[in-house]
């Protein structure tokens, strides 16, 4: 069945610092790959996604991510955190061929030290 | 920018009752989709609508659980008879083509069965 594996519930860093988010998934065809943010009492926003091309995607406020096919990764990263970017990500996979449900990871809660 | 908008913000009600989430998708957008998040738990998907019936559903959308687009606007989440492990945030989403398009979620409408 298909997975989406966050291995980090909380990360810490400083503002200032560069930052990486970690996203494995278990997906037999080609995924199709997608980054989210949720701030306290908002919804979902896309921050990126892979669908196929450049293995390195940019996303909007700075964030990036690469896709890795031979360790079935998606990590998220940033080269240097503002407080506004402390919030929830999900990594999620789309299913090849089927425009219905997006599978989430569990989420990585991500603070910020001043 | 157009968005998702759910309503309420919060329901709180009592076991056994029915309750309707409501969502209005983007306007132009013919795919809707239903999830929820336990809390604490990752996003799940519950179902996915197109063309005025169910295209996918999990095996969480029971038969307690309908939807329905009663106009052109609304989309609707319907649970026959609350259960406890029924409260969750709810999120609606939208999506305005085939394939694999971005999904987008409205704020959710958080739902406590007491």
């Known amino acids: 069945a298909q997975s989406v594996t966050q291995p980090d519930i909380h990360i810490t860093v400083s503002e200032g610092a560069s930052l990486e988010l970690r996203c494995n998934y278990s997906?037999?065809?080609?995924?199709?790959l997608f980054w989210y943010v949720q701030s306290p009492g908002q919804g979902l926003q896309l921050l990126l996604k892979y669908f196929s091309g450049d293995t390195l995607v940019q996303g909007i406020k700075g964030f990036e991510a690469e896709f890795k096919r031979s360790q079935s990764s998606f990590n998220l990263r940033k080269p240097s955190v503002h407080w506004s970017d402390a919030a929830e990500y999900f990594c999620a996979v789309g299913l090849e061929n089927r425009d219905d449900k997006i599978i989430f990871g569990k989420g990585t809660r991500l603070h910020i030290l001043p | 920018e157009p968005e998702v908008t759910q309503t309420p913000s919060h329901q709180v009600t009592q076991m056994g009752q029915e309750v309707i989430l409501r969502c209005v998708p983007i306007?132009?957008?013919?795919?809707f989709y239903w999830y929820r998040q336990i809390l604490g738990q990752k996003v799940e998907f519950l179902v996915s609508f197109y063309n005025n019936e169910i295209s996918e559903k999990s095996e969480i959308f029971d038969d307690q659980f309908s939807v329905e687009r009663p106009d052109g606007s609304n989309f609707t989440l319907k649970i026959r008879s609350t259960k406890l492990e029924d409260s969750a945030m709810y999120f609606c989403?939208?999506?305005?083509?085939?394939?694999?398009?971005?999904?987008?979620f409205g704020p959710g409408t958080r739902l406590t069965v007491t």
């Open positions: 306007s132009n957008h013919l795919y």
């Open positions: 997906y037999g065809a080609t995924p199709y």
């Open positions: 989403a939208s999506k305005g083509t085939s394939g694999p398009g971005e999904q987008y």
